[in-house]
């Protein structure tokens, strides 16, 4: 919840005998800086009128505008709130162009303004609101949130602002400077020695496959538990998905089932590090031995920074991709993609087609597409890189609580319950935190009456998709990913889901 905070609240709060008289506004702000979830924010049109009030005030009490406590009045008020900027885009009323402002920079951030004005508050009802009102205004307005992507955004904003404007004021929209910067700040975060930025996670998947020439008559195997991008790329290059079961405890592709499956004409095998773990890689590896001209892609579209026997999930395979969309671990505000390897002749190759298949300006080598990613998203992704691991280390918490409360008394149903398996050789980026209930419906639906948001990551595997029919899969080849289908579910899954939170979800599971 954001609140932009009028001048006359500030000056109730810091100014001793408006203190006494205007108590609503003290215990108004002392509640409010108690709140994980708020942020409260003081508008860039205000902060002349502040200081010079407050450079007045002192100078009646002391005589004279003491500097040294003017500085750190300033230095604490901004310490406590965040500077909401006024947009260019503002309607200025000019019969009270100040209260304009703050209302359009109040927009600006979805916030209201917290402010005694009458005048105010009876000009602009829907945008403001009077302290006496903020106790009922936040327990009407306190839910849980699915991804939490609002949040996080409020807490990098400065940076975010930052590293946008230099994109927006160089107008370097397509591989501009802040593209090879993120892609030297991934291959150090993920250890692999290239890393090519792209478009998103589905295209991540054709540049891998495209840079293995990956054809029509090809096979490549991969999981039929998974987001249709993953066979759908398969398809749309012409070869031909060969689903696998998969294990009933992680959910990723079970590999004692792989080599029945393999053929001559089998090209790759694409493993999904679904909800953010990792498959089973030596179990992989052992195939690629057996099988040489096998080539392993991974898709990490949900476990970037997930890690396997101490390397990044970004630096397995042959290939690994991951995708930036913003539901997921490390998101941009858009789409967005990469592509990992340690072959300095796929990357260049991956680089290319990319880029059209340009060898050079207007010459081609390969068929390629369109596939880079904007300035802008890698502008957005450097900064939310730097805060990554902390990020990480929180989404750890969030599932090892969410594990301790459902496995606990508190959860009326433990038994019904199925909760998520992480191998003992590796970490998830928990990218979802999903369960198995036999009556998923039933349980959603009560889920949903108390406020709570789930999903079904997915509902039905891809042997029983429509667009997969003419494959000639039919209900029963692979039992594990229709039964988990029919039950699986996930929890709000973000860094900022709060201990009561996940209290509140386990007593009405």
Same mark, same amino acid.
């Given at each position: 919840m954001n609140y932009l905070v009028d001048l006359n609240i500030i000056f109730d709060y810091y100014n001793n005998e408006r203190r006494e008289l205007f108590a609503e506004s003290v215990s108004t702000l002392d509640m409010l800086w108690n709140e994980n979830n708020t942020n409260l924010y003081i508008s860039s049109s205000s902060l002349d009128k502040l200081e010079f009030t407050k450079a007045q005030e002192l100078k009646r009490e002391f005589g004279y505008a003491s500097k040294i406590i003017l500085k750190n009045f300033i230095k604490e008020i901004l310490s406590k709130f965040k500077i909401a900027k006024t947009p260019s885009y503002l309607d200025l009323d000019y019969e009270d162009i100040e209260d304009s402002q703050i209302i359009a920079s109040a927009k600006a951030i979805d916030a209201k303004v917290i402010t005694r004005d009458i005048k105010m508050l009876e000009k602009y009802p829907n945008e403001t609101i009077h302290p006496s009102q903020i106790t009922n205004h936040q327990s009407q307005t306190t839910n849980i949130d699915f991804a939490n992507l609002q949040k996080q955004y409020f807490m990098y904003q400065s940076e975010l602002e930052? @590293?946008?404007? *230099?994109? $927006?004021?160089?107008?370097?929209? #397509?591989?501009?400077?802040?593209?090879?910067?993120?892609? &030297?700040?991934?291959?150090?975060?993920?250890?692999?020695?290239?890393? /090519?930025? !792209?478009?998103?996670?589905?295209?991540?998947? $054709?540049?891998?496959?495209?840079?293995?020439?990956?054809?029509?008559?090809?096979?490549?195997?991969?999981?039929?538990?998974?987001?249709?991008?993953?066979?759908?790329?398969?398809?749309?290059?012409?070869?031909?998905?060969?689903?696998?079961?998969?294990?009933?405890?992680?959910?990723? #592709?079970?590999?004692? &089932?792989? @080599?029945?499956?393999?053929?001559?004409?089998?090209?790759? /095998?694409?493993?999904?590090?679904?909800?953010?773990?990792?498959?089973?890689?030596?179990?992989?590896?052992?195939?690629? #031995?057996?099988?040489?001209?096998?080539?392993?892609?991974?898709?990490?579209?949900?476990?970037?920074?997930? /890690?396997? *026997?101490?390397?990044?999930?970004?630096?397995?395979?042959?290939?690994?991709?991951?995708?930036?969309?913003?539901? *997921?671990?490390l998101g941009c505000f858009g789409d967005g993609g990469a592509v990992f390897t340690n072959n300095e002749e796929l990357a260049n190759k991956i680089k290319s087609l990319r880029l059209h298949g340009q060898s050079k300006r207007y010459h081609h080598k390969y068929i390629g597409m369109g596939g880079r990613l904007d300035t802008l998203q890698a502008a957005v992704l450097n900064v939310k890189l730097k805060h990554y691991p902390k990020d990480l280390a929180l989404r750890q918490e969030v599932a090892q609580k969410y594990t301790k409360a459902l496995g606990s008394e508190v959860s009326t149903s433990p038994?019904?319950? /199925?909760?998520?398996?992480?191998?003992?050789? !590796?970490?998830?980026?928990?990218?979802?935190?999903?369960?198995?209930?036999?009556?998923?419906?039933?349980?959603?639906? *009560?889920?949903? @009456?108390?406020?709570?948001?789930?999903?079904?990551? =997915?509902?039905?595997?891809?042997?029983?998709?429509? !667009?997969?029919? =003419?494959?000639?899969?039919?209900?029963?080849?692979?039992?594990?990913?229709? #039964?988990?289908?029919?039950e699986i579910m996930s929890l709000p899954m973000n860094p900022y889901v709060k201990d009561e939170e996940i209290e509140y979800i386990a007593r009405e599971f």
């Open positions: 930052l @590293e946008m404007d *230099k994109v $927006l004021n160089n107008a370097s929209y #397509i591989m501009g400077d802040a593209v090879t910067e993120l892609e &030297k700040n991934l291959e150090e975060f993920t250890g692999a020695k290239y890393a /090519i930025t !792209c478009s998103n996670g589905t295209d991540a998947l $054709l540049l891998a496959m495209m840079a293995l020439d990956i054809k029509p008559g090809d096979e490549v195997i991969t999981t039929p538990f998974t987001f249709i991008a993953t066979a759908e790329t398969i398809a749309f290059l012409g070869a031909t998905p060969v689903f696998v079961d998969i294990d009933e405890k992680t959910y990723n #592709i079970d590999p004692s &089932k792989i @080599e029945a499956a393999i053929t001559p004409k089998t090209k790759a /095998i694409i493993p999904v590090s679904l909800y953010g773990q990792p498959a089973d890689m030596d179990a992989l590896e052992q195939l690629k #031995i057996k099988h040489p001209k096998l080539k392993i892609i991974i898709d990490g579209a949900q476990s970037f920074g997930s /890690i396997y *026997k101490g390397k990044t999930d970004s630096n397995l395979g042959d290939i690994s991709t991951t995708s930036f969309f913003p539901a *997921k671990p038994k019904n319950t /199925i909760l998520p398996t992480v191998a003992n050789n !590796c970490t998830s980026a928990w990218a979802q935190y999903s369960v198995r209930v036999k009556n998923r419906d039933e349980v959603q639906a *009560k889920l949903k @009456e108390a406020g709570i948001p789930t999903a079904v990551h =997915y509902p039905m595997p891809l042997h029983l998709q429509e !667009c997969f029919l =003419y494959l000639g899969y039919k209900k029963g080849n692979f039992p594990i990913s229709e #039964i988990v289908a029919d």
